[in-house]
């Protein structure tokens, strides 16, 4: 929406998911009639940036970005600006971008903490050097099962705006060098300095891993049996203990410390202790995605 004000002329918005009644609570571009008219966060994000500025081109794109799709995402883009939730689709935008000479502006939250870069290839560090390799699966909170300060989001926003602003400007040494770190909680600001790392694998050395498939999650329909495996990126053993206590106040758990059963919605997860998971429910592999990253995280 920040962007439509200030006259960013075409906007692609790619969305997976539907509004629900507890997104409102933090995604400010909907209300409660796209709630009772069940419709994909993608098509209503149009409807509200055309009432806001009728001159914007806004595109929705109802479709999960993975690593099938990536390449056409970004191709025409002069930036991309991350909205996601979930670490291994940043660093396969990161990869994509950095392939196509794409800028493009990182921005998490989780709780009343948030983290944004703007990374520009071959001018700055890109996610990988911050990130080298990926969290194991169940190790990070996600925002259904830490929650989130909705004035956290907007903070992240601002910050990722003020930097995209900047970039389609051509004002590229007025970036912020680093990465912004934000506690609104505790009060604290803060931007670290990253220095490129010398043996990065993506912006270094041209290696795009997450965009060749060599790192990456997998999800299998399974079937007959209305059920999608996913197989993590990373095959890191995962706590289950940890993850039935963060679990616990969404739905219905039971763990015996070899697998854990997680039921809420319309589904019920198995999970195990390499985070591979079976979700039962739905036949339909970008939900479950949605699903695991959702309550496991990436
Ligand atoms: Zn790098």
């Known amino acids: 929406m920040l962007l439509a004000r200030a006259g960013v002329g075409r906007l692609r918005l790619y969305d997976r998911d539907f509004v629900e009644l507890n997104n409102l609570q933090r995604q400010v571009l909907y209300d409660e009639s796209d709630v009772a008219q069940d419709l994909p966060k993608a ?3 149009a409807r509200r940036i055309a009432a806001v500025n009728s001159e914007v081109e806004a595109l929705p794109f109802v479709c999960d970005v993975n690593v099938s799709n990536i390449r056409g995402v970004v191709r025409d883009a002069d930036l991309v600006v991350d909205g996601t939730d979930s670490f291994e689709t940043r660093l396969l935008i990161n990869d994509a971008c950095l392939e196509a000479g794409r800028p ?6 989780i709780g009343a903490s ?3 870069m703007a990374v520009v290839p071959g001018r700055t560090p890109c996610l990988r050097c911050l990130l080298p390799d990926l969290p194991p699966p169940g190790s ?3 925002c259904d099962t830490a929650g989130i300060l909705n004035s956290t989001v907007m903070l992240a926003v601002s910050f990722q705006v003020s930097e995209a602003v900047k970039i389609l400007a051509g004002k590229l040494d007025d970036l912020v060098l680093g990465v912004f770190n934000a506690d609104l909680w505790r009060g604290e600001f803060q931007v670290v ?3 490129p790392r ?4 993506a912006c270094v050395r041209k290696r795009y891993d997450h965009l060749n498939g060599s790192i990456g999650s997998h999800a299998t329909s399974l079937c007959g049996r ?4 996913i197989l993590p990126a990373s095959a890191a053993p995962i706590c289950l203990d940890d993850l039935s206590r963060r679990l616990a106040a969404l739905g219905k758990v039971r763990c015996n410390g070899l697998l854990l059963k997680f039921a809420a919605e319309d589904f019920e997860m198995t999970v195990f202790v390499d985070g591979r998971a079976i979700i039962h429910g ?4 970008a939900r479950a995605r949605a699903l695991y990253a959702r309550y496991i995280g990436t």
């Open 43 to 45: 098509q209503a994000a």
């Open 104 to 109: 493009w502006v990182y921005a998490g939250c």
């Open 114 to 116: 948030v983290a944004a």
């Open 140 to 142: 990070s909170p996600t």
């Open 193 to 195: 300095r990253l220095n």
């Open 198 to 201: 010398s043996d990065c694998p």
């Open 226 to 229: 209305k059920a999608v495996q």
């Open 282 to 285: 739905t036949d339909d592999a």
